[in-house]
T-cell receptor, first 115, second 111 residues
Framework: DGGITQSPKYLFRKEGQNVTLSCEQNLNHDAMYWYRQDPGQGLRLIYYSQIVNDFQKGDIAEGYSVSREKKESFPLTVTSAQKNPTAFYLC??????????????FGPGTRLTVL | GNSVTQMEGPVTLSEEAFLTINCTYTATGYPSLFWYVQYPGEGLQLLLKATKADDKGSNKGFEATYRKETTSFHLEKGSVQVSDSAVYFCALSETGNQFYFGTGTSLTVIP
């Protein structure tokens, strides 16, 4: 089955540590995205990638970093510079970045808790 | 710029009640419109979409009609079930631009 996998589902880290969240897709999509979701709030775009080896900052990129070395993978690193990293992180993909009528597909999410 | 505005929740309904969740949008061109659903602790799933004015998207008893004249895409269901309890997000996508999501509307259906 095609889809997006995120791991782990729950992640606990101590304050000051960097942590990397995994996102893999086998949909052959060019575009991938990372969103942050806080309780009772909508989705905020952290980073997106239109093609391999290219990525752009979203609305709240500070304290985060990404890489896109392979089409199917788009890991997100939450660095110690992120002031309030505890949140639910969602990875998504779409056929292309600005594809208009094509929807985004979402992974199951990773809940990060910083102790 | 582009944006999506949803009615604020939470919404609580009894089983078999009629559901409406309002969504209005602002766009510079001709966007496609989407409704996503998120169950507790999960990612978002596409519920339905409409790609041009007057299109009606439908799925699992839910419907929404793309109204260009009122810039709206309200979600409706004639008879909700307990299993419909979730958070619903309205979204728009326009060629050449990113996805824009509303803030979500939480729905709880009680037996």
């Amino acid at each position: 089955d095609g889809g997006i996998t995120q791991s782990p589902k729950y992640l606990f880290r101590k304050e000051g540590q960097n942590v990397t969240l995994s996102c893999e897709q086998n949909l052959n999509h060019d575009a991938m995205y990372w969103y942050r979701q806080d309780p009772g709030q909508g989705l905020r775009l952290i980073y997106y990638s239109q093609i391999v080896n290219d990525f752009q900052k979203g609305d709240i990129a500070e304290g985060y970093s990404v890489s896109r070395e392979k089409k199917e993978s788009f890991p997100l690193t939450v660095t110690s510079a992120q002031k309030n990293p505890t949140a639910f992180y969602l990875c998504a993909s779409s056929i292309a970045f600005s594809s208009g009528s094509y929807e985004q597909f979402f992974g199951p999410g990773t809940r990060l808790t910083v102790l | 710029g582009n944006s999506v505005t949803q009615m604020e929740g939470p919404v609580t309904l009894s089983e078999e009640a009629f559901l409406t969740i309002n969504c209005t949008y602002t766009a510079t061109g001709y966007p496609s419109l989407f409704w996503y659903v998120q169950y507790p602790g999960e990612g978002l799933q596409l519920l339905l979409k409409a790609t041009k004015a007057d299109d009606k998207g439908s799925n699992k008893g839910f419907e929404a009609t793309y109204r260009k004249e009122t810039t709206s895409f309200h979600l409706e269901k004639g008879s909700v079930q307990v299993s419909d309890s979730a958070v619903y997000f309205c979204a728009l996508s326009e060629t050449g631009n990113q996805f824009y999501f509303g803030t979500g509307t939480s729905l709880t259906v009680i037996p």
